[in-house]
């Protein structure tokens, strides 16, 4: 009870310093059952919202009102006098109008589809007729100006946390705390991003453009990670699509066309809204555990174009880290045909925990719009995307600026936060945890004297048959995250074979327009060759399968690489990448248990045991609809889902370095991820790839298999290293998430919000008779070669995620070649991960 006066007082305080009106409580009826999607606002004014499904609500304003007003449709208006600026808590019983008691809406259970029984439905069609002739679609250019205003915070604040040991020294962080609008909880601010952008678009060549004008953040504004975060997380979005992609998850939109299936509507009310006569229709899932929303819309009589909209999505969606989301967008009524969007508010609250007095942060994104333009056509040179396009001044603008540009001034408590902010990076408390969080992230140990991080930290320790117990140590230079060049390197030690390895790189920016990048290095170590199909070109690259402490059969096919690389990169055009390197190499085997060995008519026995490789390639990479963050040699990826098409041919010559082989190498792959509306995430892959001449065992395409635990997507989990080896392949992965679609439906286990996962992979090869007669050499441990080009080698698997929200379980079965030497039919592999 003191905890509860406390935080009363502390922000009734806060409340009558900045002039706010703040109100919440609960609605109910005579039954004192809870009143869903009642009206709440202040007398006089148009500022209001609506009760949730249990009836709760917050309402504040910066002004200072009198009264509240409290009404839904079939029930007596109830107005109730502020005696005091904050008011929490209040309960208000609602009576039922005796002459509409046959004419109460109901808004729970089951309501009809059909168009010819529910209104609802008739006005749900006319808005699809007509959503391809609303807002920006009736124009052939466009142009508009943008604000948008992103905030994180810490919510929950009470007197537990302002006194617990983690902000002793650093209290005065609570005196920007305020109240959500939303959800009436207290929060402290601790980052703000604002950006103003112009943007331009043209619906006849599909194409648009937005250029920065100017942005400013605090709180960890020099984090570009956690900005990229930001800016993933609240992508863009139209109401009108059928589907809306929040966190990595598709929810069906309201307006769907297929919402009839996943929705109740309800025609509530009617009204004029800006001289406009609309239509409001309350909604809310059919089913639970589905990624749904409820709430309500105002939609125009004659246009059927929205006037208003406020999502909330269903406390049993199957999202994770994610106790709410809350959606307001404002439309404008530009002229009797035009509604145009205006305002856009999203409202996150992520928790550990979806328990209403759980502890988390909240992610809010304000957007406006202003200022529309039509039909300036534009060349369609100007809409071509520049590789390089970073424009410094945007992120140095003053304060003048800000005033001119902002569409809605900052309040008093998002100003002070700049401030506050600022102060707190210089406690040493806060950067002790600052870092500690820095290191999580990203897995290194940043040393700023040094300008040098330390890590990864997740690589220290490792384990195969060849090292035994491995323990590795790195580093990296690290100036800034736009750092032009950059070295890096590690040095690692086996205990059972007692040998050192090391790797050392380094790449620069030559050309920052076209991203001309030179880069090499050399690397000495152990490692699974057998793991990939398609060779990585990272120097200091290491696959998890020559470390893994555990694992379905002995793992001891390693190889002792040598490796030196020089290649040059260029992006003539965004997301088109042409690589071209050269490449020497030695190659042999790092066990006594297997063999590399070839017949080597210039060897005085006729049998080599070591391969020398000089070869070039020429790879291109192109990555559409990918949004990278950035501009220095490294850059990072700021969303995902894009597709990533690779080409590359590879040459191997005799006549350079004294190296062993003629041959060329073609190969090419194409992974693809597809949204499939509410029905998951497909992600396929295909790759194919010929190697032309003869060559070593250490040179040919070795399907990847998997003797590891873990479910590692792109290998074979049935298979063992080396278990099918060919010259010529082609193979292909499709894995689906149902994201929770079918458990759902499931009444025993939709409440543990599992996921079921899909997966079908495949792979024919062929393997020459020449290849095949060059390793076998008569050596006891060499491999068998054997290629899948009987039949098509297949392997499905069912799997089950989102178990404790972390764990994936597989369970994967081998389709064929099970006469095979110890081929396993069956196999458990696992994962963990955070995930949405």
């Not at 449709?73 to 005796?98: H, P």
């Not at 589809?113 to 609802?120: D, I, L, R, T, Y």
């Not at 009470?158 to 207290?186: N, W």
Request: with cysteine; glycine share 8%; aromatic share 14%.
């Amino acid at each position: 009870m003191k905890q509860k006066l406390l935080i009363l007082f502390l922000f009734f305080g806060i409340s009558m310093a900045f002039a706010q009106t703040k109100v919440s409580g609960y609605v109910y009826d005579e039954n004192n059952e809870p009143i869903a999607f009642a009206n709440v606002l202040f007398k006089g004014s148009t500022e209001g919202t609506i009760t949730n499904e249990d009836g709760r609500f917050y309402l504040e304003s910066e002004n200072t009102w009198q009264t509240v007003i409290v009404s839904f449709l079939g029930y007596e208006l109830k107005e109730f006098t502020l005696e005091q600026k904050v008011n929490y808590d209040l309960k208000f019983i609602l009576k039922e109008e005796a002459a509409a008691l046959n004419e109460v809406v109901i808004v729970t259970g089951k309501q009809s589809k059909k168009a010819s029984e529910n209104p609802a439905i008739r006005i749900l069609k006319k808005i699809w007729e007509r959503k391809r002739q609303n807002g920006l679609r009736q124009f052939k250019q466009y142009q508009y100006d943008k604000y948008e205003k992103v905030e994180f915070d810490i919510n929950t604040i009470d007197s537990a946390l302002i006194k617990s040991r983690l902000f002793r020294g650093m209290e005065f962080v609570f005196d920007k705390v305020d109240t959500s609008s939303v959800t009436g909880k207290t929060y402290l601010p601790m980052f703000i991003n604002e950006a103003v952008s112009k943007v331009y678009g043209d619906n006849l060549l599909d194409k648009e453009k937005e250029e920065l004008k100017g942005n400013k953040n605090s709180g960890f504004s020099n984090n570009q990670v956690i900005i990229d975060f930001v800016d993933d997380l609240y992508a863009d979005f139209n109401i009108y699509d059928n589907y809306l992609k929040f966190f990595d998850k598709s929810f069906v939109s309201p307006l769907s066309r297929t919402g009839i299936q996943t929705y109740n509507y309800v025609l509530s009310d009617s009204a004029f809204i800006d001289n406009k006569w609309c239509y409001n229709i309350i909604y809310y899932p059919r089913r639970k555990n589905e990624l749904t929303f409820k709430g309500d819309f105002w939609v125009n009589d004659s246009t059927y174009a929205i006037k208003d909209i406020n999502l909330q999505a269903s406390k049993s969606a199957n999202i994770n880290w994610v106790k709410e989301i809350y959606i307001e967008q404002e439309f404008e009524v530009l002229n009797d045909t035009l509604f145009l969007i205006k305002r856009d508010y999203m409202l996150s609250d992520f928790a550990l925990s979806k328990k209403e007095k759980s502890r988390g942060v909240y992610g809010k994104r304000t957007t406006l719009y202003d200022n529309y333009v039509f039909d300036e056509v534009q060349p369609e040179k100007f809409y071509d995307e520049e590789v390089y396009n970073y424009n410094e001044d945007a992120y140095n603008r003053d304060d003048e600026f800000w005033e001119k540009n902002r569409m809605e001034s900052l309040n008093k408590d998002e100003k002070g936060v700049y401030k506050m902010l600022d102060t707190l990076k210089t406690v040493k408390k806060f950067k002790r945890l600052y870092n500690l969080g820095s290191i999580l992230a990203s897995g290194y140990i940043e040393v700023p004297s040094l300008n040098l991080d330390i890590g990864p930290v997740f690589s220290v320790f490792g384990f195969n048959e060849v090292e035994g117990m491995r323990i590795r140590g790195g580093g990296r230079t690290y100036f800034g995250p736009n750092d032009l060049w950059r070295v890096e390197g590690f040095l690692a030690y086996g205990f059972r074979d007692d040998k050192f390895k090391y790797g050392i790189s380094g790449k620069w920016l030559i050309d920052k327009k076209n991203r001309l990048i030179i880069s090499g290095g050399n690397r000495r170590d152990v490692e699974q060759i057998g793991a990939n199909l398609t060779s990585s070109t990272d120097v200091l690259g290491r696959s998890l399968a020559s470390s893994a402490v555990v694992g379905t059969s002995v793992n001891d096919k390693l190889t002792n690489v040598n490796l030196t690389t020089l290649a040059l990169e260029i992006e003539p055009s965004k997301n088109f990448v042409i690589r071209t390197s050269g490449t020497y190499r030695t190659l042999e085997s790092a066990s006594p248990t297997f063999s590399l060995d070839y017949n080597d008519p210039e060897s005085p026995t006729g049998i080599s045991s070591e391969v020398k490789q000089f070869e070039t390639a020429l790879s291109l990479s192109y990555f559409p609809n990918r949004k990278m963050t950035g501009y220095g040699v490294e850059r990072r990826n700021a969303n995902d889902g894009f597709a990533t098409l690779f080409a590359q041919i590879t040459r191997g010559d005799k006549s350079w370095f004294n190296s062993d082989f003629d041959y060329t190498k073609v190969q090419l792959s194409y992974i693809q991820p597809w949204q499939v509306g509410g029905f998951g995430r497909l992600t396929t892959t295909v790759e194919a790839g010929k190697t032309f001449g003869e060559v070593p065992l250490g040179l040919l395409s070795v399907v990847p298999g998997n003797q590891s635990y873990f479910s590692i997507y792109n290998t074979f989990p049935q298979l063992d290293f080396y278990e099918f080896v060919t010259d010529t392949y082609t193979s292909m992965h499709l894995e689906h998430n149902f994201n929770g679609r079918i458990f759902s439906r499931i009444p025993f286990l939709k409440k543990y919000n599992l996921r079921a996962i899909v997966g079908l992979r495949g792979v024919w090869g062929d393997l020459s008779d020449k290849n095949i007669a060059l390793n076998t050499t008569g050596n006891p441990v060499e491999t068998p070669l054997i290629a899948p080009n009987e039949d098509i080698y297949y392997e499905y698997s069912f799997g089950v995620g989102n178990i404790f929200k972390i764990l994936r379980i597989d369970f994967n079965f081998r389709g064929n070649y099970l006469s095979n030497p110890d081929a396993r039919s069956f196999g458990v592999t696992g994962s963990f991960g955070f995930s949405f």
